[in-house]
């Protein structure tokens, strides 16, 4: 596995979730895969979750981890030939990214959307900059568009919890409110690691196979159809809740789809959206849905207390998934090396 | 051991006394003790020594490390329930700790005290929601009110030197100048440590057990009563100072304890304190004391150039034992997993 | 080998390039060499290369990495006796620096150049702190007038490209454009190992032995002869050019030799010097020159993107080739404890 950016990099999925279990049941079991292999994780913006699970996960195969924070506002790379590099750029990606793959076996790459230009952010120019110059396996840690590492991690989660209860599990993406601008990364990889395993017809419930996946949120904030074709779209929140087993809530700001000129931007004040939050009420609109979400999450405005505490919320078991996805797929990397 | 605060979480002295000797005779005695096990240390606040000694100590026992310098500023938590989070508190502690705590296997913990809350400051509550939420056994790398891997060492240090030369060692922590507030944290285990060596009746001189243990200070700067119970405060510095074989000189800012008005407040001009710097005057009142300091010290204010320097100054020996005393409490955490 | 500053201190360059030829064909053949032995790599200023490839170097061996990032702003240390520290300097060089040599086993110091006093600079103070007060060895990445991991690479890659094309390489270092006032670090390790190679007759061409080094730049930027003599000089950069093997570019600011109060400085504006940049027609000059340069790398002020791109390029070798000299000085360290 050279790069793996989306749902369709892992292949057979039912093969990726029996990994997964592998794993989960020992963390350790190929600890000796990864001796004198270095996982170089590149930071351009902030982690916590990320940072710590993927770590973690390089050194149960028994890697080497070098963790370089990249202040972007400190070290800017000139992207473009032919430019005389007399202001803030002071190096070329042209070297960079080829002297950073010197030095390491696998990358991992952390580089948020701007939310300013949509065509840069959803060419994935940084991540396919380090695929293209590093001549290393390259993996996203959250990039522009996607968070694959989080979407394994909640379908893991989902294939433990679905398997006990339902036939054919009832997956809801909702939005809900926020005071900040953020990026679509983790909507569109949960939309399209939900409709691949529907795709796949992978068996997560009891006896049907596949998912019943819905998007819902307030006009204007559609996805982009790359991730989200095929995958019903319901604008009445009630509606889309109802018979749910899972509701995965998640803020996100104008993908610039059906309104171009909103690309990045907040559509409406978030008091006016506060129907949007996640209470208690909405979950009884369910049917005894777990509550899921990628964190970190603000209380009150995505979701309140009673229901993210609640013994059906899955944040997180969601969370400690993380440390599972991120050694599947550094496993299948060393393997491939 | 689920938890490090306190000398008595060690429980007898004299048997962590032993260990840290063996420790200190082999210091990779343990080396595949830690094996697979994660050590994740948070700092709320900067760090030389115990960043350096810490990580030795773990990497001594084999241990993976994982650092995690959390920008206090930059990543409030939310610690109340029912709030509508649309501030700058981007996440709650009910799911950051637990979260961190599904990483690692043992979590080191450093947050100062805010010396504006006493309140909150001695509940040590970010420490305490590491403990309750994290799932994990936590110990303090300085906290708000206490820095055990300091006592401990400095207790190593005692013992180390105390045994050559004297029957009954007489300690004494005195106040000295410092130009900024600092917490209370170094004197409050200081002063623990002392008291409960005494208290076990722990055989570190020749003949007698236990430690005349004797606190001095400007009025005003009286410590904790639940760290210094039983000992003597003594304000006369000199009088303090005849016949010691130990001084430990500290600067503290008010404990709020005589003046709760004061608390984590400089209460005289340091330029009028400067009296109370340990030079070569002040150490001939003594019993050629050996001089110690926790470091980072400042010369000319806490103790002079001459005094630091001299042969009988413990301040590099001490802070070398940082090491020690880490890997003893990292061994005994990770035997009790 | 309890110091790395300098050609010098590698004795004979012919065995040292031997040994790095054995690290580049397995450079994890000495991979238990640094077990429970511990790097620490202090950094005073920024570093992308140095901070990788000296860990992956570390790591290579078998030794634990622990990477120290001082802010420079914010931890400044006393230097002087007899001072009342109540200002800005919390600690005293003569703590700080014993308490990082108690944790580890060598030291890896990056402290660049503050341009403004040449004598504390070119007396490479902080290093010799380092030497003298840690108590164990310690090597430069990167100090005030040198970069001796950067000239052994560099003269690796030379040693590696000379042997397969000319008798006795001519090799040329040529001042470039550059907007900001650069250390003459490099330049200057780059001037003394070439000629440390030339005094030893090091057998790198197909018949000749030693290397013919000539320097040029703008008259002014002559620099310390302490690093350059018995090198040619010629400030005509197009005779310097004829007939070159290599062409290693490089900015520096004065260095103070023939213009003592231009130390630090830029001399001329870098608009009126940008026909120093080596671009196509500067290597038609030469006997198709290699370029090199120690990287980063402004494109069009040092070099223009035909030639830095081009099959004849080295910056990427070169710079891979920072995982081999650091190897080899720390194993030449390790085998010396």
Not at 13 to 38: M, P, Q, V, W
């Amino acid at each position: 596995m050279n790069s793996f950016l989306n749902a369709k990099d892992l292949g057979d999925l039912k093969e990726a979730l029996r990994e997964a279990a592998e794993i989960k049941s020992d963390r350790f079991r190929y600890d000796t895969l990864g001796k004198n292999k270095t996982l170089l994780m590149v930071f351009f913006n902030n982690s916590l979750r990320t940072r710590l699970s993927t770590q973690k996960a390089a050194m149960n195969l028994g890697m080497n981890v070098i963790v370089l924070d990249v202040n972007a506002g400190a070290w800017k790379l000139e992207t473009e030939r032919g430019v005389i590099m007399d202001g803030d750029k002071s190096e070329h990606l042209l070297e960079a990214i080829p002297v950073m793959g010197s030095f390491c076996d696998v990358i991992g790459i952390r580089s948020f959307a701007g939310l300013t230009d949509r065509d840069y952010d959803y060419a994935e120019t940084v991540y396919h900059q380090f695929v293209q110059h590093s001549g290393k396996p390259v993996f996203a840690m959250e990039t522009a568009t996607v968070h694959p590492l989080q979407a394994f991690a909640d379908l893991i989660t989902i294939s433990e919890y679905a398997s006990k209860r339902c036939k054919r599990p009832k997956v809801v993406l909702t939005w809900a409110p926020h005071p900040r601008a953020l990026p679509q990364a983790v909507p569109n990889s949960f939309a399209q690691w939900m409709q691949e395993a529907d795709r796949q017809a992978l068996p997560l419930g009891g006896s049907k196979a596949g998912i019943d996946f819905v998007i819902t949120h307030p006009e204007g904030y559609e996805l982009d159809p790359d991730f989200t074709t095929g995958a019903t779209v319901e604008y009445d929140q009630r509606k889309a809740f109802e018979g749910a087993d899972f509701i995965y809530a998640k803020n996100w700001s104008c993908p610039g789809v059906t309104h171009p000129a909103g690309y990045g931007k907040i559509l409406h004040d978030y008091h006016q959206m506060m129907h949007w939050t996640v209470d208690a009420e909405h979950m009884e609109w369910t049917n005894h849905a777990h509550f899921m979400h990628c964190l970190p999450v603000r209380r009150g405005m995505i979701v309140t207390d009673d229901v993210i505490e609640a013994p059906s919320s899955l944040v997180i078991p969601e969370a400690a998934n993380r440390e599972i996805s991120a050694t599947v797929i550094l496993k299948r990397i060393l393997q491939s090396l």
